[in-house]
């Protein structure tokens, strides 16, 4: 393997969560069992210091049908209107005529807040079905994968192109990039969204780790992504969303823009930090192992109780972790989930059944949380389970913000 940035051949093995099979990949009763593993490690690049798997599951396996909707949560739906307002606000309130292309729009949720504002708007969606949905709300969108050539093809330029959790994915990388720059006008915005990696290993946020995220990125090495095609990142962010996500704001590198002082703050920090040191990796995977054991010793000690527990969300990220830990069905009765796309289905590996949350007869004893990063939201929306005595348990628990 070369590095998916930089080609280098200096790889090194970081974090090795073992054969697990597709997170995404929620299974129908017919299919349990038969779901294939596939490897999921972290390599570390020592020439440009990215993270990055060194398997890549097929994009047609992942993202042409799955049952992901941004749309279902309300803090993230909350989060995309912050984001339209924000860069409405600081870069195109007073255009006549303005557009949004969303790379990876899903439902429309992002477009939506976007479009409330006057935009012209267009989504690139790779999944059939939620393409589907999108189109149905409003919200025009190509079924399709983003690169060079789909840009090129659509032929239009874009004031804003948005990439919410996505750029991450691309397993046309190179060519994606250099597709966004293609589409964005000469004085455009690429807003970048992105897990952040130093955030992740902070958080110990090791589920995080999927076989869809092919790569995990620090500023550092997102920067040396731009560069190499022409654009360069001039602010930049770190929000709450999913426990700790860059919001970095990028144009064409010929503008020279200078650097905002909370970018070049957030740049001392990794330096600070060593974020981009191999050690850290090495050091990241070390407490991982001890954090298995240690929810494996509260859920063994909790069904010795003679205690419920039910999963709380069925997230794909709280595949890695279950599947990592062995926390199956010996463990948790069910996982409780709000979408209805997931009704009836099994978690892939461990083959946990799927309970829609308003068709519950009883709450369990125990909620093992899995959609941690919505943790307020849920606590909030749970006062009355709380007070009665039932217990949520986060194994990630994020730093505050």
Not at 81 to 102: E, T
Not at 157 to 169: D, E, L, M, P, R
Not at 243 to 251: A, E, M, Q, R
Not at 265 to 288: G, H, P, T, V
Request: proline letters at 3%.
């Amino acid at each position: 393997m070369i590095c998916r940035v930089c080609d280098s051949e200096k790889l090194e093995l970081a974090i090795d969560l073992g054969k697990q099979p597709w997170a995404n990949h929620f299974l129908e009763p017919d299919e349990i069992g038969k779901e294939p593993y596939y490897p999921l490690r972290v390599v570390f690049c020592h020439k440009c210091k990215t993270a990055q798997l060194d398997y890549t599951v097929k994009k047609e396996i992942m993202f042409s049908n799955h049952t992901y909707l941004s749309g279902i949560t309300k803090s993230l739906s909350e989060h995309f209107k912050f984001i339209a307002v924000q860069i409405d606000k600081r870069f195109y309130k007073n255009n006549d005529v303005k557009s949004a292309l969303d790379i990876g729009s899903n439902d429309g949720t992002q477009l939506k807040h976007y479009k409330d504002l006057g935009y012209r708007v267009l989504g690139i969606e790779s999944s059939g079905n939620i393409a589907k949905i999108a189109n149905e709300s409003g919200i025009p969108t190509i079924n399709d994968f983003f690169n060079l050539e789909l840009s090129l093809k659509i032929g239009r330029k874009f004031n804003v192109i948005n990439a919410s959790g996505i750029f991450f994915h691309l397993e046309e990388l190179h060519s994606a990039t250099e597709g966004i720059r293609e589409a964005l006008t000469k004085e455009g915005v690429f807003i970048v969204q992105f897990l952040y990696m130093k955030r992740i290993m902070e958080n110990l946020a090791f589920d995080q780790i999927y076989h869809e995220h092919l790569l995990y990125y620090n500023l550092n090495t997102i920067e040396t992504l731009l560069n190499l095609h022409g654009l360069s990142m001039f602010d930049a962010y770190l929000a709450p969303t999913h426990g700790g996500s860059i919001i970095g704001f990028v144009t064409h590198r010929d503008r020279n823009c200078n650097p905002s002082e909370r970018l070049q703050a957030l740049r001392q920090a990794e330096i600070i930090d060593k974020s981009n040191d191999f050690a850290i990796y090495l050091a990241f995977a070390d407490r991982i192992k001890q954090m298995k054991v240690d929810n494996l010793s509260y859920v063994d000690a909790a069904k010795r109780q003679g205690k419920s527990i039910f999963g709380m969300g069925a997230p794909v990220k709280g595949n890695t972790l279950l599947n990592y830990f062995g926390i199956g069905t010996n463990h948790l009765d069910c996982l409780v989930e709000k979408n209805e796309l997931r009704r009836g289905l099994y978690s892939p590996g461990q083959h946990i059944p799927i309970i829609i949350e308003r068709e519950l007869q009883a709450p369990p004893d125990i909620y093992y949380v899995l959609a941690w990063n919505f943790k307020n939201e849920i606590l909030a929306n749970n006062q009355d389970l709380l007070e009665s005595g039932t217990e949520f348990y986060f194994p990630v628990n994020p730093k505050d913000f």
